[in-house]
């Protein structure tokens, strides 16, 4: 749906024609490849940066998403305190809130129209477990920091203002967040950066990452030709597995869509989203929907399998249980939908094994690397991506010293474990939420859930 509503489609570019000297060579074209171009560019224009892209630019997950562009970061911020300081974890919340902010300003200042609009974010309660849960993470959320410009409780009347769908009994809302049109900004990132003079080069696999050391610097091989550069960046977030030397370092887990027709104006007179704000509810098995800028709903969740292997293959894009689920979901909360449900899709989102993000540097191998967000990678790509810039130009700012950099997360657990422990914890969530919804109270695993959320 995203690509078909582009204006303009974007054109083919050429694939690499055999080998390459450049200064910066850039696995992947998704938002971490493109933001981190687009700042190194930004930071010296003379820098010769090339993107290596497997296939289109926005190919992957960042064309693909739900697009919230939201302050939400796969790790609590009460670890993040835990391990890092209650100084640290402000400065990331401060990062992050900043980040919806700055990813419109330099978007627009690039001259991309994204469809950016900040209307916050709600947090249905759509049972009293889930208003309970909802409480006790606000509470929780207080403690850390947030303020009511951060988050706040609305009761069921404000709520339903903004969001009339069903068995709403009250919403947390935080105006931290932002509905955007991922291929538009992807695609517009994609030209931006070239219009700098970043080449991207499409239809061009790396096979291989290799490190420099003293005699060598490092180089990417690829399907089309090895390129050398003092400095290689993998960008390759759910797609890491396939390079050699970080089968483990990541995994790939699918997250699928849908999205209607354009809805009539009288559907959203009832429903509301007046500003286009995102919303879920406060189920385990993760939700996410947004209103397009044209007016279509868009919902997306969990609950495709983990692939043996990490796998990634377009075939797991498409699980018509999910689909369904997902339409039936739509219904679920919105009553009948006037309009067909006529696209289906999903991707890959990469976690690593403590689902925390990663910005790292190592000069003397000439190898930076990002990723690891999770689902929450619209906005933390474009900071990870400025990051990068920062660290690999040698510059010290707010950024360099956020918890992800450096980050280095133990691997995950060979096969066959990862598969029957991914696999088991999203049976035990969707068990969970179904225990929930018929019993009305919360199971042993959603408490052990709570727990582990820290509320
Ligand atoms: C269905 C879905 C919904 C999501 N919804 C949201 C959301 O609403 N909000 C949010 O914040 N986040 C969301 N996310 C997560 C977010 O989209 C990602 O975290 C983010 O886009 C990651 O960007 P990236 O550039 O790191 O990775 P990607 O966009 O996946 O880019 C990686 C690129 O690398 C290329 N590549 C891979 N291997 C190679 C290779 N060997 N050689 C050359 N190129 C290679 C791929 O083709 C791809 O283009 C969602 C993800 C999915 C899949």
């Known amino acids: 749906m995203w690509w078909a509503t582009l204006e303009q489609p974007p054109a083919p570019r050429a694939p690499l024609d055999g080998d390459l000297d450049v200064d910066v060579a850039i696995v992947g074209a998704g938002f971490t490849g493109l ?21 289109v630019a926005g190919a992957g997950a960042s064309g693909r998403n739900g697009g919230w562009a939201s302050a939400l970061y796969p790790v609590s911020f009460s670890r993040i305190e835990a391990t890092h300081g209650r100084d640290t974890m402000l400065a990331l919340r401060a990062a992050l809130r900043d980040g919806v902010t700055e990813l419109d300003e330099i978007a627009r200042s690039e001259g991309i129209d994204c469809d950016y609009e900040r209307g916050g974010s709600l947090t249905l309660a759509r049972s009293a477990v889930q208003a309970a849960r909802l409480h ?9 920091g947030a303020g009511v410009d951060d988050l706040v409780w609305l009761d069921a009347a404000a709520a339903r203002e903004r969001c009339a769908a069903t068995d709403v009994s009250g919403a947390l809302f935080t105006p931290q967040c932002a509905s955007v049109h991922p291929a538009k900004l992807v695609t517009g990132l994609a030209s931006a950066v070239s219009r700098r003079g970043v080449t991207i080069y499409e239809q061009t696999t790396v096979t291989a990452i290799e490190p420099g050391d003293r005699w060598r610097r490092p180089r990417a091989r690829s399907t089309r030709g090895a390129v ?11 797609y890491t597995p396939s390079l050699p030397d970080a089968r483990r370092a990541i995994v790939p887990l699918y997250s699928l869509v849908v999205a209607t027709e354009t809805l009539p104006s009288s559907f959203f007179d009832r429903v509301g989203l007046a500003h ?24 997306g969740g969990r609950g495709a399998p983990y692939h043996f292997g990490s796998r990634v293959d377009a075939s797991f894009d498409a ?3 999910v689909f369904a689920k997902l339409e039936s979901t739509l219904v679920e909360l919105f009553g009948e939908i006037p309009a067909g449900i006529p696209f289906h899709w999903g991707g890959p989102l990469g976690a690593t094994r403590d689902f925390s993000p990663y910005v790292r540097f190592e000069r003397e191998r000439g190898v930076a690397v990002a990723g690891g967000y999770v689902g929450d990678g619209v906005v933390m790509s474009h900071l990870a991506g400025r990051t990068l810039a920062d660290l690999i130009s040698g510059v010290v700012t707010e950024r360099t010293s956020l918890p992800f950099v450096g980050n280095t997360p133990r691997d995950w657990e060979p096969e066959p474990l990862r598969w029957l422990g991914i696999n088991a914890g999203l049976l035990a969530a969707d068990l969970a939420d179904r225990r929930e919804a018929s019993t009305g109270r919360p199971s042993g695993f959603a408490r052990m859930l709570d727990r582990l959320h820290g509320n």
């Open 276 to 299: 286009r704000e995102t919303f879920c509810d406060a189920r385990h098995l993760i939700i996410y929907g947004q209103r397009t800028a044209d007016d279509r709903l868009v919902l």
């Open 35 to 55: 933001w981190t171009a687009l700042f190194l560019a930004r930071h010296d224009p003379s820098l010769r940066v090339a993107v290596l892209e497997a296939d």
């Open 136 to 144: 006790s993470q606000l509470e929780g959320d207080r403690a850390l």
């Open 228 to 238: 050398r550069a003092d400095v290689v960046v993998r960008a390759t977030e759910g």
């Open 319 to 321: 699980e018509p249980d």
